[in-house]
Every structure is written in C-alpha cells, then in structure tokens.
Nanobody, 115 residues
Framework: QVQLVESGGGLVQPGGSLNISCTAS????????MSWYRQVPGLERERIAR????????EYADSVKGRFTISRDNAKNAVYLFLNNLKPEDTAVYYC????????WGQGTQVTVSS
C-alpha cells in the first residue's frame, strides 16, 4: 500500500534553514507528481510546493516562493523540501502528499520557528 514517511522537522530560529524529507513506497514514485502541504492548528491544510514526475514543473505558494525549494530523487523514491529564511509564521506540521487514485498523506513532521 502507499506509504509516505516524512522526517527532518524540528526547532529552528527565525532566519534559519531546515531540510525535510519524505520517503515513498507502494506505488510507482517516478511517474507521479509530489506535493508538500502544511497545516497550522485551526486552519486548512495549505499546499505550498509541487514538483512534476521528472523534477520539473515546480509550483510554489506565494507565502514560500523564493524561500523554499522542492526537489526529488526518483532513484531513492524521495522528495525534499529546503526551507530557508524561516519565519515564525512558517511554524506548522508539514506533510508530503501523492495522488495515486486518491490523495495520500504522510504522518507529518513538525517545524517550529522560534527564538
């Protein structure tokens, strides 16, 4: 079955950087676009980045454009998100997601931006 496992979250100071990762299994990873979402308690889950199956067709939400970078390694069935110049408002649970007949989610990784 489809499994998505995020890792790499943590506590970082404002202005800092963080790399988060997602490892996928149970489907043909290399032919599916992948996305990163984030969610703050009480708010809707927001898509912040998307990458096409071959690593092109990058899309970013305005809130993270120019600061976050999505990438993937199809040989490792992995998708990454580099978070740069972090702000307190980036504090959220970050989820990777794939649509394989239906939308699947990982368990999420907490990113906290605070001094």
């Amino acid at each position: 079955q489809v499994q998505l496992v995020e890792s790499g979250g943590g506590l970082v100071q404002p202005g800092g950087s963080l790399n988060i990762s997602c490892t996928a299994s149970g489907f043909s990873f290399s032919i599916h676009p992948m996305s990163w979402y984030r969610q703050v308690p009480g708010l809707e889950r927001e898509r912040i980045a998307r990458i096409g199956a071959e690593g092109a067709a990058l899309e970013y939400a305005d809130s993270v454009k120019g600061r976050f970078t999505i990438s993937r390694d199809n040989a490792k069935n992995a998708v990454y998100l580099f978070l740069n110049n972090l702000k307190p408002e980036d504090t959220a649970v970050y989820y990777c997601s794939a649509f394989v007949g239906q939308r699947f989610w990982g368990q999420g990784t907490q990113v906290t931006v605070s001094s």
